[in-house]
Every structure is written in structure tokens, then in C-alpha cells.
């Protein structure tokens, strides 16, 4: 459906030269997104597969470990979107103190993502609405060191950015300029908390492309568009946890995902993106019940080959339970988290790596690297 009252641009100087800025319109569309049949369909199966995955993260005992990978793996993929370069063996290993490397930055600035993720998550426990207020402690906390720290962090931008190319004049969009931003981000602050009809999937929608065309800090703007998905969602009751994350997705359709942006600004065609978005919410959450339920057979089965583990048994137990919850580690930090001398636990990593249930990532005696192996090779995929 096309819509004319879109938005509107306005022209304005920088540098010497006229660009056109774009200004959203404030949400909701008008008219109300109209899903065609399949949207309808695709909205259902959506909220069945989350609520699939919503009962699987608060019935299953050993939940927590999951998440803990599962939001590290989400921190690689939307801090990669924004070009940088870290693996998560290189964000788990520097959680522990364990990383060698000289250039941190990659690594710190996905690590700053975690512990965004998780201020956000707690602010919502203790009762904190999704406000503006919100989301510039998010942004402090994602830029609070390193790359992006000179971006004003925690602040709303007060100078003109852009997308793509070197200039406002060669970009592929400019947002609006300062003057309209608080106009802007006070309207979404408002839809975001409204009651209305609308379901909260297609609302997290709407809002994720409005924030992302807002576009209102001079740097992070993507990681904390994301970030509000998962916040959203949890927030409406849809998840209990935070178990869906879609930076994946978004990677993999790069292309797409941006034709639908701008198919929104150019006739108002929200529903083709809504559909999208759909399919990645349905996708990415039937993925994750897959891994969920995988990663807990694996688990069982690592256990039940450590209880034949005779007098090393209670040992193995120990630091299986810690790798779990690291699931990239050295002996000898594994060896103070666990409380086990040094020497007992080269003997219980051989004998767990001898059963497969870790592998170790490095050759010879020197800077011995272990990882999980049912954790890893799923995370990996």
C-alpha cells in the first residue's frame, strides 16, 4: 500500500553544500499496515514459535548458561554489522583476562554490547519503562571506552550525520538534522509506551525502523536499534528472557534489509518490511528452540559420560559446570575459577578432551586454549 504522509525532506546546508534530510512522520502509519494473507499467516507462526521458545527458556534447568552464550553470540554479529572484527572466542576469552591480543578494540567494543544488553535487561526487572531516558544509558554504556567514546556518548547527536558515502552531499540517506531530532525521538518515546491494538511484533517493527531513520546519535545507532528489538519484545511479555536475537538474520539480508528501509521512506511500504521482519522473528526464534533443545541433549550426554569418571567424577563436574558458563578458557584460569590445584586440572581436561566434550584450540603444552565443545559447534553455526 503506498501512503504519501511518509515523512517529509527538508534542505539543508552543510559544508558548503544542499542536501536533502529526511523527517519521518510520527508512528503510527496512516493508514494501519493492512498485512496480506501470508503477513497474517507468517504473524502467527512468529508468536506461536516464540511462545515455543519462551516456554522451552523457563522450563529447561540450565537456561542460563545458554543465554549467557547466546547474547555473546548476538554482541559478535551486531557489533560485525558495523565492521568490526572479533570472534567470540576472542569476547570470551577477554571476559576472563585471557586475551593476548595488543588491539583490543574490536573485542572491547563487543564486550561494551554485552554489558548494554544487560543494563537494559535489568533496568526493565526493576520496572523502568523503554523511555528516552533508557536509551541514552544504552548508548553510554555501549560507547563508554574506546572506539566511538568521542561520539557523544549517552547524548543525542546536536550536528548533522549521514549513511554511506564520505559527505552529507554522496550519502545514501541523511536523517533529520538536529533542530528536528528531539521532536522526532519524543513522538517515538510516546508510541513506543501507548496502549494500542497493535501486535507487539509488528509495533517492534515499526519502531526499529523509526529509530534506525531518526538515526539520533553520531555513532551506535544500529547496535541500539537492535538492542531495542529484544527489549521490546521482552518487554510486551512475548519473551520472559532474552532468547531471540536477529543480527544474524539482518547480516545474512543485508541487502534486502536496507531496500526496505528506504522502500518505507520512499512510499510508506510497511508492509513489505513487516513481513520481513516476520520472517526473520519466526526464522531466528525456530532456530534458537532447535539449538536450545540440542544444547541441553548435549549436556545430559556430557554428563552422563563424567559419571563414569569413577574418583576424578566430582572434579569433572566442576568444570563442566564452568565451562558451560565460559565456554572458552585456560587451565589455569579455569583452575582459580573452580578452586582445583593447577595440576589436577591439566589431568581432568585430558580426560574430558580425551571423551570429546572439549577440544582444545591451540597446539602443544605452552597457552593450552579450551573450548566447550557442544556450545561452540553450535554457536558456531
Same mark, same amino acid.
Given at each position: 500500500? +503506498?501512503?504519501? =504522509?511518509?515523512?517529509?525532506?527538508?534542505?539543508?546546508?552543510?559544508?558548503?553544500?544542499? *542536501?536533502?534530510?529526511?523527517?519521518?512522520?510520527?508512528?503510527?502509519?496512516?493508514?494501519?499496515?493492512?498485512?496480506?494473507?501470508?503477513?497474517?499467516?507468517?504473524?502467527?507462526?512468529?508468536?506461536?514459535? @516464540?511462545? $515455543?521458545?519462551?516456554?522451552?527458556?523457563?522450563?529447561?534447568?540450565?537456561?542460563?548458561?545458554?543465554?549467557?552464550?547466546?547474547?555473546?553470540?548476538?554482541? *559478535?554479529?551486531?557489533?560485525?554489522?558495523?565492521?568490526?572484527?572479533? #570472534? @567470540? #572466542?576472542?569476547?570470551?576469552?577477554?571476559?576472563q583476562g585471557g586475551y593476548n591480543q595488543a588491539d583490543t578494540d574490536d573485542v572491547e567494543e563487543v564486550s561494551h554490547y554485552v554489558s548494554a544488553m544487560q543494563l537494559g535487561m535489568e533496568r526493565m526487572q526493576d520496572g523502568y519503562p523503554i523511555s528516552l531516558r533508557?536509551?541514552?544509558?544504552?548508548?553510554?554504556?555501549?560507547?563508554?571506552?574506546?572506539?566511538?567514546?568521542?561520539?557523544?556518548?549517552?547524548?543525542?547527536?546536536? #550536528?548533522? =550525520?549521514?549513511?554511506?558515502?564520505?559527505? $552529507?552531499?554522496?550519502?545514501?540517506?541523511?536523517?533529520?538534522?538536529?533542530?528536528?531530532?528531539?521532536?522526532?525521538?519524543?513522538?517515538?518515546?510516546?508510541?513506543?509506551?501507548?496502549?494500542?491494538?497493535?501486535?507487539?511484533?509488528?509495533?517492534?517493527?515499526?519502531?526499529?525502523?523509526?529509530?534506525? $531513520?531518526?538515526?539520533?546519535?553520531?555513532?551506535?545507532?544500529?547496535? *541500539?536499534?537492535?538492542?531495542?528489538?529484544?527489549?521490546?519484545?521482552?518487554?510486551?511479555?512475548?519473551?520472559?528472557?532474552?532468547? @531471540?536475537?536477529?543480527?544474524?538474520?539482518?547480516?545474512?539480508? %543485508?541487502?534486502?534489509?536496507?531496500?526496505?528501509?528506504? /522502500?518505507?521512506?520512499?512510499?510508506?511500504?510497511?508492509?513489505?518490511?513487516?513481513?520481513?521482519?516476520?520472517?526473520?522473528?519466526?526464522?531466528? &526464534? $525456530?532456530?534458537?528452540?532447535?539449538?536450545?533443545?540440542?544444547?541441553? %541433549?548435549?549436556?545430559?550426554?556430557? +554428563? &552422563?559420560?563424567?559419571?563414569?569418571?569413577?574418583?576424578? %567424577?566430582?572434579?569433572?563436574? +566442576? *568444570?563442566?559446570?564452568?565451562?558451560?558458563?565460559?565456554?572458552?578458557?585456560?587451565?589455569?584460569?579455569?583452575?582459580?575459577?573452580?578452586?582445583?590445584?593447577? #595440576? !589436577?586440572?591439566?589431568?581432568?581436561?585430558?580426560?574430558?578432551?580425551?571423551?570429546?566434550?572439549?577440544?582444545?584450540? !591451540?597446539? /602443544?603444552?605452552?597457552?593450552?586454549?579450551?573450548?566447550?565443545?557442544?556450545?561452540?559447534?553450535?554457536?558456531?553455526?
Open positions: 500500500m +503506498k501512503r504519501e =504522509n511518509t515523512g517529509k525532506y527538508v534542505v539543508i546546508s552543510t559544508i558548503g553544500e544542499k *542536501v536533502n534530510a529526511y523527517i519521518p512522520a510520527a508512528l503510527p502509519p496512516h493508514p494501519l499496515p493492512e498485512l496480506s494473507a501470508t503477513g497474517n499467516k507468517l504473524l502467527m507462526s512468529a508468536v506461536q514459535t @516464540l511462545g $515455543s521458545l519462551d516456554a522451552l527458556g523457563e522450563h529447561l534447568p540450565d537456561v542460563a548458561p545458554f543465554i549467557y552464550a547466546y547474547i555473546r553470540k548476538e554482541a *559478535v554479529y551486531s557489533s560485525m554489522i558495523e565492521g568490526t572484527q572479533s #570472534s @567470540l #572466542s576472542d569476547l570470551l576469552l577477554y571476559e533508557l536509551i541514552r544509558e544504552l548508548h553510554a554504556e555501549l560507547l563508554r571506552r574506546g572506539r566511538g567514546s568521542t561520539k557523544m556518548p549517552g547524548e543525542f547527536r546536536q #550536528s548533522q =550525520n549521514w549513511i554511506g558515502g564520505t559527505r $552529507s552531499g554522496n550519502a545514501a540517506y541523511v536523517p533529520p538534522p538536529p533542530q528536528d531530532l528531539m521532536d522526532c525521538m519524543g513522538a517515538l518515546e510516546l508510541f513506543i509506551n501507548r496502549d494500542d491494538e497493535l501486535s507487539p511484533l509488528v509495533k517492534a517493527a515499526l519502531v526499529h525502523v523509526q529509530f534506525e $531513520s531518526i538515526h539520533p546519535f553520531l555513532d551506535g545507532n544500529g547496535r *541500539v536499534g537492535r538492542l531495542l528489538i529484544q527489549m521490546m519484545l521482552c518487554n510486551s511479555g512475548l519473551l520472559r528472557k532474552p532468547l @531471540l536475537y536477529l543480527s544474524l538474520y539482518f547480516k545474512q539480508h %543485508r541487502q534486502e534489509y536496507y531496500r526496505l528501509l528506504n /522502500g518505507i521512506r520512499q512510499d510508506g511500504n510497511w508492509e513489505a518490511w513487516i513481513e520481513f521482519f516476520l520472517e526473520a522473528v519466526q526464522y531466528t &526464534a $525456530s532456530d534458537a528452540v532447535r539449538v536450545l533443545a540440542e544444547l541441553q %541433549r548435549r549436556v545430559e550426554q556430557d +554428563k &552422563a559420560i563424567i559419571a563414569t569418571f569413577g574418583r576424578m %567424577r566430582k572434579n569433572a563436574e +566442576k *568444570v563442566l559446570s564452568m565451562m558451560q558458563r565460559h565456554i572458552v578458557t585456560r587451565p589455569l584460569i579455569l583452575a582459580k575459577q573452580v578452586s582445583i590445584a593447577p #595440576s !589436577t586440572i591439566y589431568r581432568v581436561l585430558d580426560k574430558l578432551e580425551e571423551h570429546g566434550i572439549i577440544r582444545q584450540n !591451540t597446539q /602443544g603444552e605452552r597457552n593450552r586454549l579450551y573450548t566447550y565443545s557442544a556450545y561452540q559447534s553450535m554457536l558456531d553455526e
